[in-house]
């Protein structure tokens, strides 16, 4: 089967496409013929440095997230499993790759009339965007404000917190804000201009994907009672607000959002119904083919990228 492989960390040039053995499904496992795989950011800091939760001895096949169509079962699997389109996390490796053999009890089905690409843009980021939306939990009237929300997570963001009836404003650079607008956000914000929090505040609560002076700005604009998750560092540095800082202003800091793996399943199946619903859109902004996966990478190390970017394997 064709595949990417990871031989060292290191800058995107690392990624080098090749072949493997077929997988074959054990007992409970299901193998599944991949049409599109998830690329996430934190695959890029690991590819380059080892950092994030995934693990593994190199040579690896990288990648966690793949969507397509079951072609065969293991043992104990029911055989009627086979033909069912699906998305699926691997296990933090192996989803570069033109087939995957995978736990059948992780998979996720995807809805009639829902595309494969939308499901698998929908996979990890639509999980994500669910669980930071529950821990928030903008109200009716708040205003809430986005980072990075021209990016896979943020993009969907704004339109749930738009949902709730809270008032979103999205920040993103200057070259993205035609898109946050379009995503249904009553204020676009450059985050780049000088004083543009100031300007745009105060704030009720803060989805925190960039960290460091971007977090920073916004935490000083929330108001008593406000709440500031960060779940992403696409500026390279977390967020440097202490606890002692937030409880002197009375705000509540939470960072990431977490949730068993039967609750992550679940959440996924809700992104794909709510999706197949017609009531969240994820923005795929780039596909690459599976070969050029250094080139994926290296496009939403830039910071040029919109929305998801996904591997096309079919």
């Known amino acids: 089967m064709r595949v990417v492989w990871l031989t060292q960390y290191g800058d995107p040039t690392v990624l080098a496409p090749g072949s493997a053995p077929d997988p074959v499904p054990s007992p409970g496992q299901v193998l599944v013929d991949v049409a599109f795989a998830n690329i996430t950011f934190i695959e890029t800091m690991f590819r380059s440095t080892g950092f994030g939760p995934y693990q593994g001895s190199l040579p690896m096949v990288p990648g966690n997230g793949v969507g397509g ?4 079962v293991g043992a104990d699997v029911d055989p009627s499993l086979v033909g069912a389109r699906v998305v ?8 570069y790759a033109s087939r995957v053999a995978v736990d059948a009890a992780g998979l996720v089905p995807v809805p009639d009339g829902l595309a494969l690409d939308t499901a698998v843009a929908l ?17 009716p009237g708040e205003r809430v404000l986005v980072e990075a929300a021209a ?36 204020e676009a914000v450059d985050y ?17 994907g960039v960290g460091g002076a971007v977090a920073r700005a916004a935490f000083d ?4 009672g406000g709440r500031m998750i960060s779940y992403g560092l ?40 709510l999706a197949a619903a017609g009531r969240l859109r994820p923005v795929i902004g780039q596909r690459f083919p599976l070969e050029q996966a250094a080139a994926a990478h290296a496009a939403i190390e830039s910071r040029s990228t919109v929305g998801k970017t996904l591997l096309v394997v079919d």
């Open 69 to 72: 169509v079951v072609s065969e």
């Open 88 to 95: 699926t996390s691997t296990g933090g490796s192996g989803a």
């Open 123 to 139: 996979l990890a980021d639509g999980r994500t965007a669910l669980l930071l939306l529950r821990a928030v939990g903008p109200k």
């Open 151 to 186: 990016g896979g997570v943020g993009t969907l963001l704004v339109q749930l917190a738009k949902a709730t009836g809270a008032t979103v404003l999205g920040a993103a650079g200057p070259a993205k804000l035609g898109l946050v607008g379009s995503l249904g956000a009553d």
């Open 192 to 208: 780049t201009a000088p004083g543009w929090a100031a300007a745009a505040g105060p704030f009720d609560a803060v989805f925190d």
């Open 221 to 224: 604009q929330l108001t008593r």
């Open 234 to 273: 696409s500026s390279g540095a977390w967020s440097d607000v202490t606890d002692d800082e937030a409880a002197a202003r009375g705000v509540t800091l939470l960072r990431g959002a977490t949730g068993t793996p039967e609750e992550l399943r679940a959440l996924t199946a809700e992104a794909l119904r």
